[in-house]
């Protein structure tokens, strides 16, 4: 009635500690414990969908968290070189990255399948680090697709350069259905708390910004960006 029609689950996957944003996940196929029983995690979803809500959940695949991760005692081949903002990346294109590829893919697969999510939105995509002819970011959606067929999905990418490289032109296309747009978000936070750092540096928080929004949709569209330096 209040015009709702999906909800969206911040990360579930088990992390180290008790409480947390979700976004520092170390066991990836396996809802945080605190949360309560994978059942939990079913019936919740089936009780939305009872109630004509679809459910998407926030899936992080560019890094691991630092305290609790233990693949790298397993093999080294699942982190590759360069580090994120926020902790080592994937090795998504070097020496011995199919199988990392692959256990990516299965837990998309998981996700869908185990828990009937409608979706998902991937964090962070711009510190994916992937030079191989098929993006990571497409791969993972082409299989979660392949995975639940014929049943839809809704995929969303979270990119903070809005690389619209990565959304599908129409339903017959490779990539993700939309980009997550965080201008709003950005511009809201600024006007309500006088924040400026890091990604809010370039937002106002004016007026004009949310009427250029409500018909644009995103605030930048080529602008110089000092956050990212382009």
């Known amino acids: 009635s209040i015009g709702v029609t999906t909800l969206e689950v911040m990360p579930i996957a088990e992390f180290d500690g008790r409480f947390g944003w979700g976004y520092d996940g170390v066991f990836l196929f396996a809802p945080f414990h605190g949360y309560g029983m994978p059942d939990d995690l079913r019936h919740f979803v089936d009780a939305a969908h009872a109630a004509g809500l679809a459910v998407i959940l926030d899936v992080v695949y560019n890094h691991l968290g630092p305290s609790g991760n233990v693949l790298h005692e397993f093999s080294k081949s699942y982190f590759a070189e360069h580090a994120t903002e926020w902790g080592q990346g994937f090795n998504l294109d070097g020496e011995c990255s199919g199988p990392v590829r692959h256990f990516m893919r299965e837990n998309v697969r998981h996700w869908l399948r185990e828990y009937r999510f409608d979706g998902l939105r991937f964090d962070a995509t711009q510190a994916l680090v992937d030079r191989s002819p098929t993006h990571i970011v497409h791969e993972l959606t082409e299989h979660g697709r392949?995975?639940?067929?014929?049943?839809?999905?809704?995929?969303?990418?979270?990119?903070?350069?809005?690389?619209?490289?990565?959304?599908?032109?129409?339903?017959?296309?490779?990539?993700?259905?939309?980009?997550?747009?965080?201008?709003?978000?950005?511009?809201?936070?600024?006007?309500?708390?006088?924040?400026?750092?890091?990604?809010?540096?370039?937002?106002?928080?004016?007026?004009?910004?949310?009427?250029?929004?409500?018909?644009?949709?995103?605030?930048?569209?080529?602008?110089?960006?000092?956050?990212?330096?382009?």
Do not use: C
């Open 146 to 230: 392949a995975s639940v067929a014929p049943r839809r999905i809704f995929v969303s990418a979270e990119n903070e350069p809005q690389d619209a490289s990565l959304v599908r032109r129409d339903d017959t296309g490779s990539g993700v259905d939309s980009l997550w747009n965080e201008d709003w978000h950005h511009s809201a936070i600024v006007a309500l708390s006088g924040r400026r750092e890091a990604y809010f540096t370039d937002y106002l928080g004016t007026a004009h910004e949310f009427a250029a929004m409500a018909r644009w949709n995103l605030l930048y569209q080529g602008q110089w960006y000092s956050w990212q330096k382009q």
